[in-house]
């Protein structure tokens, strides 16, 4: 790894590392060009980026390589049908923008280019999660929505629980942005908004709620899929992402979920696949994007759930993201070879069919074979002992409900729980899917 290369340029260091050498031969042919380089795919027009540390892309062929990513990564798998109904998750984010112009540009094509299914957007508030509980739904991005000619529905973070079919608001011609404002600020002093957060700050641990939190915002696009009659479910992430993704559930025990959590398509949800056009498209390449489409200008909202809000050393997902994001620094394809190792892993997970998956990630449950001394059940045996005797454990650990749960969420379940199964309402795809599957058997 300390191995030398002379590149023969007085102007800089002759000694440069391995992990350089790429740069550092670009930037002499930089020098050379009196920093005037052409982009590498059209050869006319003056290179505005540079990728990969070696890629020079000119404004238009950066939105032309996005756009061909974006098509290519939908069209290889085969999976979207004409007239498909398709939810999209949008959360005002970077990535959540450009996936919805995205979709929004391919709709707008001609005849034999033209996207054939039939977008929806879903914008979930998560404002209860803020101390200030700001509202963030800008005259901007409510402009951008406007513009983007699909159906909008709007919902708050804790109304999934229970019956929510009253706490939907869907977008029409009449509708302002100080309406839906009010819509979210009524949800958030509801007595359902209360509970919510009672049970969100008994979490102690920052890994736990950061994890809870994000496989619970899954769950509320999956449920509202259903609730809404669609096809397939779009979310926006990147390559970054899930490639970080992989790293934090190989930390908290959730391999057995890595394959559907990194591939394009998550096929645990049932009839209804998750699908991620954005998977090989990475952030930089997302930033730029909307740069040069002219869309920066959008203010887009601080996402709650990212671990960069908590301190570098109090969770897991912080430490993995920050690893990555430095590794990659001097090794460009460390992001991209995380990624591409994880989409060769093979998911033991196929469709939810059965009872023997966790009930609120849905991943098939370790404790599922016939052999009593597993190591699933050595470690329930030494959580046991460990508090004392099993007498004293029971009112901790009860071996009966903690069985429909995988490792990872046990733990979750553990932490929020009291004298209640104050947990089993999360748990809002489960029963859906269970009275789905006996419908069918019917």
């Known amino acids: 790894m300390c191995d030398r290369f002379n590149l023969d340029d007085d102007d800089q260091d002759k000694s440069v590392s391995v992990s350089n050498v790429v740069f550092h031969r670009f930037k002499k042919k930089l020098v050379e060009s009196n920093y005037q380089m052409n982009c590498r795919k059209c050869q006319q027009n003056r290179g505005s980026v540079l990728l990969q540390k070696k890629d020079v892309f000119c404004n238009d062929c950066l939105i032309g390589h996005c756009t061909k990513t974006f098509r290519t990564t939908i069209g290889k798998s085969r999976l979207l049908k004409s007239e498909d109904k398709i939810l999209v998750g949008f959360s005002g984010g970077l990535s959540s923008v450009a996936l919805v112009d995205l979709i929004r540009r391919r709709l707008d094509e001609e005849q034999f280019q033209k996207l054939r299914f039939i977008p929806s957007l879903l914008f979930i508030d ?43 608001v869907m977008k029409d011609d009449t509708m302002t942005i100080q309406n839906i404002k009010d819509f979210f600020v009524q949800n958030n002093h509801s007595e359902c908004a209360q509970r919510f957060l009672q049970n969100i700050n008994k979490f102690r641990d920052p890994t736990l709620k950061y994890d809870f939190l994000q496989r619970f915002r899954y769950l509320i696009l999956m449920k509202m899929a259903y609730h809404l009659n669609m096809d397939k479910v779009f979310v926006a992430s990147t390559l970054n992402e899930l490639s970080v993704g992989l790293m934090n559930n190989i930390s908290l025990g959730r391999g057995i979920i890595g394959p559907n959590e990194i591939n394009f398509c998550d096929n645990r949800y049932g009839s209804i696949l998750l699908l991620r056009p954005m998977c090989e498209l990475v952030s930089k390449e997302v930033v730029f994007y909307l ?32 690893f990555l994001t430095s590794l990659s620094e001097e090794f460009p394809s460390t992001i991209h070879t995380v990624f591409k190792t994880g989409n060769k892993i093979k998911s033991t997970t196929s469709t939810v069919v059965s009872l023997i998956r966790c009930k609120f990630c849905l991943a098939q449950l370790e404790n599922q074979s016939d052999d009593k001394y597993s190591s699933y059940d050595a470690l329930r045996l030494t959580s046991i002992l460990s508090i004392g005797s099993e007498q004293q454990s029971s009112s901790c650990i009860d071996g009966e409900k903690f069985s429909h749960y995988c490792y990872s969420c046990s733990r979750l379940c553990n932490e929020i729980n009291d004298k209640t199964d104050q947990f089993e309402q999360f748990c809002i795809l489960s029963s859906l899917l269970i009275a789905k599957d006996e419908n069918q058997s019917l």
Do not use: V
């Open 291 to 322: 740069k040069f489409r002219k869309l920066d200008h959008i203010p887009c909202k601080p996402d709650f759930l990212t671990s960069t809000r908590f301190p570098l050393k109090s969770s897991l997902h912080r430490l993995n993201e920050h």
């Open 126 to 168: 998560e404002s209860i999660l803020d101390n200030e509980r700001q509202i963030f739904l800008t005259k901007e991005l409510f402009e951008f929505i406007c513009q983007a000619k699909m159906d909008c529905y709007f919902i708050s973070l804790q109304s999934c629980i229970g019956d929510f079919s009253n706490h939907i």
